[in-house]
């Protein structure tokens, strides 16, 4: 693994753990300041991210936004 990836998911595991709530991916985007501004690039990288992670064993768990903000209140 290069270690730019690495160095991405390892402040992305970062990012997740230290989370007291669900976070978005908008919001992992701007926490972990390592992904691409384009949108679709954005978003192709994360989910490779994520499917690094989980190969590595980290559970994920996906909440849908409308359920994450309807717990909020």
Known sequence: MAAE???RILKLLAEL???STPLTAEELRHKVHMYPDNLVAFRKQFSRDKA???EMGV???AVSYTHLRAHET
């Open 5 to 7: 990836k690495l160095e």
């Open 17 to 19: 753990l230290n989370a």
């Open 52 to 54: 690094a992670l989980k």
């Open 59 to 61: 559970p994920l768990d």
